[in-house]
């Protein structure tokens, strides 16, 4: 049994349109996850948020900020742009190369390659995605070369850091989730490209109904959620349902006053 620390990602998009918003809701998670200790969650606010949520938050060791993305560079003519050493402070995890960015933002493969490499050196754990824009007969072999391209360049240490988050695109946002046998032939497929230790998510209409199927997956370590982390009970009920899984499978909490 393998005992990669499950993760449950929050990513809120462009959502919470007032400050006041963004800290109830985050409030809200982090009291409600401050005895779910086997895991660690991980929201992802909208960048505009993460000075004053970072300062105002308490500390946990199991709770965490995260970015929906970063720019390459420290800094220059990059107008719009977040630099890593801005968010340095603020966050530790930050997603990349969302299909929302890629396709909407026109994000290359080769801008997301950088972005994997800057942010590791900055010290973050990058949430790297991706998926297929449709449903194939062979997403595995497809998805393992994408990741590949990616990831070609990096070491096997930072290999292990790196979060990888299998989003198939047709399932982002549609409430049509991928089946849990679809998910593991490709989750399975992305850890041959990567390492034993590398935790693996998936990510695509996940709900408080469906979550538990990808949960008990043999390569799955966690879920990158979407709508649903803007819904306070079903994402929490997410959170205390991933670490039942995790305490079925012997995980001890991550909290050291209380393991
Ligand atoms: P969804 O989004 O959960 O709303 O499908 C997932 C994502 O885009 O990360």
């Known amino acids: 049994m393998h005992t990669r620390e499950k993760l449950i990602v929050g990513n809120w998009k462009m959502n919470t349109v007032s400050l006041a918003e963004a800290e109830t809701l985050a409030r809200g998670v982090l009291h ?3 005895h779910i200790e086997r895991i660690t969650t991980v929201i992802c606010p909208p960048t505009i948020w993460l000075v004053s949520l970072s300062h105002e938050l308490p500390k946990l060791p199991h709770f965490k900020l995260g970015a929906q993305n970063v720019y390459s560079e420290e800094s220059g003519a990059f ?5 890593p050493l801005m968010l340095k402070k603020l966050v530790d995890y930050v997603i990349l190369g969302h299909s929302e960015r890629t396709h909407i933002f026109r994000e290359t ?9 800057s942010t590791l050196e900055h010290g973050f754990t990058p949430i790297l995605c991706v998926g297929e824009d449709e449903p194939s007969d062979q997403p595995a072999a497809h998805m393992a070369q994408r990741l590949n391209h990616l990831v070609s360049e990096l070491t096997e240490m930072e290999l292990e850091q790196l979060v990888v988050a299998y989003e198939p695109v047709w399932a982002i946002g549609s409430g049509t989730p991928a089946t849990p046998q679809y998910a593991e032939t490709v989750l399975a497929a992305l850890r041959h490209v990567t390492t034993p230790k590398t ?4 990510g695509g209409s996940v709900n408080e109904q469906n979550a538990p199927g990808f949960l008990s997956l043999p390569d799955c370590d966690g879920l990158l959620i979407g709508g649903t982390s803007l819904k306070l009970k079903p994402f929490l009920t997410i959170c205390q349902q991933a670490d039942d899984v995790a305490q079925a499978a012997g995980h001890l909490s991550l909290h050291p006053h209380h393991s």
């Open 79 to 83: 107008t719009g742009e977040a630099s």
């Open 32 to 34: 409600g996850v401050e």
């Open 109 to 117: 493969i080769s801008m997301v390659a950088e972005k994997v490499v």
């Open 199 to 202: 935790r693996i998510l998936y």
